[in-house]
């Protein structure tokens, strides 16, 4: 069985073109664009900033079968993929881990207990900030906007879309955004 699931990943990567992502040590998928960062918020906004990108947060955990969704079906797909390098700084959060993460607000708690502090409850959680955040506000409350779960290829490329254009601060919100998209991609 090993060598067929493995046939078949290297069949659908040449097929799409993108590189999929691999599972680390710690059981999280590694995509080639996520940051290796100190996890403090701050610095990776400046960082994002500097860069030109927007700060992307993605939580996930070990064995969870929709971050597995999004890492083998979602994000390989060239154009979603090649948006997420050009667009968006992402930095992974370990919903279970240890490693220490610094909020907006300066307090610092190990990752299990910052996404308990962020309310996040799914996984995967993706995260959105603006390019700047207000002194003392926790990224919970900082961010933009949220995906909790899998979703498709629309619903991705959509979303990742809407927060670059700033589609928060519009009158469109992203369900509206998002129909009228997919009404365009469809033809």
């Given amino acids: 069985m090993g ?9 659908v990567m040449m097929a799409t073109g993108a590189v999929a992502a691999n599972l680390g040590d710690d059981g999280l998928h590694k995509a ?3 940051r290796e960062t100190f996890k403090d918020l701050s610095e990776d906004l400046a960082e994002a900033n500097a860069e030109g990108k927007r700060l992307m947060v993605i939580i996930e955990q070990r ?12 994000f390989p797909i060239d154009e979603i993929a090649g948006y997420i390098e050009e667009n968006f700084f992402v930095v992974q959060i370990n919903m279970f881990g240890d490693v220490e993460v610094t909020d ?3 307090e610092a708690l190990p990752e299990k207990e910052m996404v308990k502090k962020w309310g996040a409850l799914f996984t995967p959680m993706i995260l959105f900030f603006p390019t700047q955040v207000e002194d003392g506000v926790s990224a919970g409350k900082a961010a933009v906007a ?15 879309n809407w927060v670059v254009e ?19 991609q469809s033809k």
């Avoid at 949220?146 to 990742?160: K, Q, S, V």
């Fill in 146 to 160: 949220t995906m909790p779960g899998a979703f498709g290829r629309y619903t991705t490329f959509n979303m990742l």
């Fill in 32 to 34: 080639p664009w996520m």
């Fill in 104 to 106: 907006f607000d300066g």
């Fill in 3 to 11: 060598k067929l699931f493995t046939a078949c990943v290297v069949l």
């Fill in 63 to 74: 064995g969870c079968i929709y971050c597995k969704k999004m890492h083998e079906e979602v």
């Fill in 166 to 184: 700033e589609g928060y601060d519009g009158d469109e919100g992203f369900q509206r955004y998002h129909a009228r998209k997919f009404a365009e």
